[in-house]
T-cell receptor, first 114, second 112 residues
Framework: KAGVTQTPRYLIKTRGQQVTLSCSPI?????VSWYQQTPGQGLQFLFE???????NKGNFPGRFSGRQFSNSRSEMNVSTLELGDSALYLC?????????????FGPGTRLTVL | DAKTTQPNSMESNEEEPVHLPCNHS???????IHWYRQLPSQGPEYVIH???SNVNNRMASLAIAEDRKSSTLILHRATLRDAAVYYC?????????????FGGGTRLMVKP
């Protein structure tokens, strides 16, 4: 079974631009979550989508948004990029069944903002 | 989700057992205890989870204290590939959402 894939793997943008990252979950998984990882803040939850609806949201500004398509693939968008948005962005997929659910992470997209 | 406390780092010798502790004194009766690890340059990966009883799988064992206020992840024979950051996370089974709250984790170093 194919794992979680994320594209692109690396991205370089300049301040003020916007960026879209893509995540393809494991087949049959309906939940996709996004995380930001930085050396200073560690791994932080951004949001979760389940059956095309945002189910949970972390404490990030409105510049960070996402969506999920009917095939469960998800995209996240960051508008008006800031230097502090440089990070590894990880997505994770799961069946979406709650507290005992195992999440499968992708390799991440490394975003550098210059 | 309730908070967990882990040592910042631990060191082990290859082929010896490793016991990674986690304190979660404010755990509620509906919290599962999950462990994930993150190898260098990779996304986190699931290791094991449990509710009240000790659990074993092909990767590790999870020992849960009787009062559930602490747990220990046991790697029976550490290999160099086990060098990673290990995260202990509590998840409420009543919450259908998938939001993992990562702390700082324990960085495990394995010496050959």
């Amino acid at each position: 079974k194919a794992g979680v894939t994320q594209t692109p793997r690396y991205l370089i943008k300049t301040r003020g631009q916007q960026v879209t990252l893509s995540c393809s979950p494991i087949s049959g998984h309906r939940s996709v979550s996004w995380y930001q990882q930085t050396p200073g803040q560690g791994l932080q939850f951004l949001f979760e989508y389940f059956s095309e609806t945002q189910r949970n949201k972390g404490n990030f500004p409105g510049r960070f948004s996402g969506r999920q398509f009917s095939n469960s693939r998800s995209e996240m968008n960051v508008s008006t990029l800031e230097l502090g948005d440089s990070a590894l962005y990880l997505c994770a997929s799961s069946l979406g069944q709650g507290g005992s659910d195992e999440q499968f992470f992708g390799p991440g997209t490394r975003l550098t903002v210059l | 989700d309730a908070k967990t406390t882990q040592p910042n780092s631990m060191e082990s010798n290859e082929e010896e057992p490793v016991h990674l502790p986690c304190n979660h004194s404010t755990i509620s009766g509906t919290d599962y205890i999950h462990w994930y690890r993150q190898l260098p340059s990779q996304g986190p990966e699931y290791v094991i989870h449990g509710l009240t009883s000790n659990v074993n799988n092909r990767m590790a064992s999870l020992a849960i204290a009787e009062d559930r206020k602490s747990s220990t992840l046991i790697l029976h024979r550490a290999t160099l590939r086990d060098a990673a950051v290990y995260y202990c996370i509590l998840r409420d089974w009543r919450n259908a959402g998938n939001m993992l709250t990562f702390g700082g984790g324990t960085r495990l170093m394995v010496k050959p």
